[in-house]
């Protein structure tokens, strides 16, 4: 079972193996998703976004990103849960606008009304904190589950290297973490998987190493 702590409250309880209520798949944890959220200009964002098991359930935006923009203007988006590698690559550290919110590849998604409950700053970041509620929500498609090692690194990997020259992370150490994911998708990663590693390494100021 999972617990946060936010402000010096706490959030509900949820047993690691149940969806939240309204939710179309389980939660555990920090759940990676990609989210759409509607912008001005009529087309659909496409980002990621981690989710913070409980009850309620709980995003963060860092900075004045899209995401955080388009909450704040519809109150909401489409919250969408996807095994692409590459999809979630493309939704992590690239400017993606679809004309529809929810991706081919989104095995569920939700439709989700976000209030934002807090704030704090780390360093010259400003973060956030949303308040998701569940409305409309489908299973797209159900899958066996299955572990890659590969994937899981492309998901480190967009962490690392959204985190390159970003003041208070040193550059050094990130990018030695992005060889080592490399390595781990070369050798643990499927064709998607490295074709995703490779779109990583073509959104960021890094190189990925030749094998």
């Known amino acids: 079972m999972t617990r946060d702590e936010r402000d010096g409250g706490e959030r509900s309880w949820v047993p690691e193996n149940d969806a939240p209520e309204g939710w179309p798949v389980a939660l555990r944890g920090v759940t990676e998703s990609v989210v759409a959220t509607k912008g001005p200009n009529g087309l659909w964002n496409v980002a990621a976004l981690g989710l913070h098991a409980g009850d309620p359930v709980i995003a963060e935006t860092y900075g004045n990103t899209r995401t955080r923009r388009n909450f704040e203007r519809r109150g909401g988006g489409v919250v969408q849960f996807v095994a692409d590698p590459r999809a ?18 989104a095995d569920a998604w939700v439709e989700v009304e976000a209030a934002c409950v807090g704030s704090r700053t780390e360093g010259e970041t400003t973060i956030r904190e949303w308040e998701l509620r569940p409305g409309e929500s489908e299973v797209v498609r159900e899958r066996a589950p299955t572990i890659n090692r590969g994937f899981g690194a492309v998901v480190e990997a967009t962490v690392a290297a959204s985190r390159l020259d970003v003041a208070g992370f040193d550059d050094a150490e990130l990018r030695e973490r992005l060889d080592f994911l490399a390595a781990v998708v070369d050798r643990c990663g499927g064709a998607r998987e490295r074709e995703a590693m490779a779109a990583v390494a073509a959104a960021s100021d890094w190189e990925r190493p030749e094998n």
């Open 88 to 105: 979630f690559v493309d939704a992590a550290l690239t400017i993606r606008e679809e004309p529809d919110p929810v991706l081919p590849s």
